[in-house]
């Protein structure tokens, strides 16, 4: 490996970090290029370093890194964006870096996803504009849409092919992702054919769509299906 090699310049978000050490870090990355992947801040932690008090969780910045076979090491950071506003309230930062963390488990080391980095960016950037709850949600679907986990779910019954109307009550089968109507099955997870439209809607619609805040208040609903989606989707990986 030539010298020119073993340095590289990588646009990001920090979305974790770890304390290790004599004052060293830890930090989880989403690069533009490189995706997720774990690189050491050596003496991030300590007085007159020059990463001190810059490599924050939740910043968006550009980073100058040395390879090494284990950890690449972060040699200097600029930051770009400190997402000031999330940061500013406990509760926020909080919110975000709970949905963040369940989010990155799902994502693999080492691959480039731009599509992925730019749901990870708009979901801090869209979180102070918004205030209702489900924004974390719809963006764990979109995630999960991403990386191929989930379907449509068709609104016709599964068995007798009935096509539900709009004020009928259905029964969802979230392992197969299929619905049947009442008289067909004896599921015990009834649910309104509205959560199943606007889930089928969030999978449909970009992002910063469905989360304008006039628009994210029509998926409410969604609330209905998130516990039962997590924990099917937990269960598969
Ligand atoms: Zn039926």
């Known amino acids: 490996m030539n010298l020119e090699n073993r340095y590289y310049y990588e646009e990001g978000l920090i979305i974790d970090r770890r304390k290790i050490g004599d004052g060293d870090l830890i930090l989880l990355f ?3 290029e490189k995706g997720k992947y774990w690189v050491k801040a050596p003496g991030a932690l300590k007085i007159k370093n020059r990463l001190r008090g810059k490599v924050e969780v939740i910043t968006f910045g550009k980073g100058y890194f040395v390879k090494r076979k284990e950890l690449d090491l972060l040699i200097n950071w600029e930051v770009i964006e400190r997402f000031i506003d999330i940061k500013k309230d406990v509760d926020t930062f909080i919110y975000v870096t709970s949905y963040i963390k369940r989010a990155e488990k799902f994502l693999p080391e080492g691959v480039k996803d731009k599509e992925i980095f730019d749901l990870l960016y708009s979901f801090l950037k869209e979180v102070r504009k918004t205030n209702t709850n489900i924004l974390g949600d719809i963006f764990l679907i979109k995630l999960w849409q ?3 986990f989930l379907p449509f779910i068709p609104t016709i019954c599964a068995k007798c ?3 539900l109307n709009s004020n009928e009550k259905l029964l969802l089968d979230i392992k197969d992702y299929k619905v049947y109507c009442l008289s067909c099955n004896n599921l015990d997870m009834e649910m309104d054919l509205e959560v199943i439209n606007k889930y089928n809607e969030i999978l449909i619609y970009d992002f910063k769509y469905i989360v ?3 628009r994210i208040v029509d998926f409410e609903e969604i609330k209905n299906l998130m516990p ?8 598969e990986v």
Do not use: H, M, W
């Open 30 to 32: 989403y690069g533009k």
């Open 146 to 148: 991403k990386l191929g």
């Open 161 to 163: 092919g009935k096509k």
């Open 212 to 214: 304008e805040p006039n």
């Open 228 to 235: 039962i989606l997590i924990k099917r989707i937990e269960q």
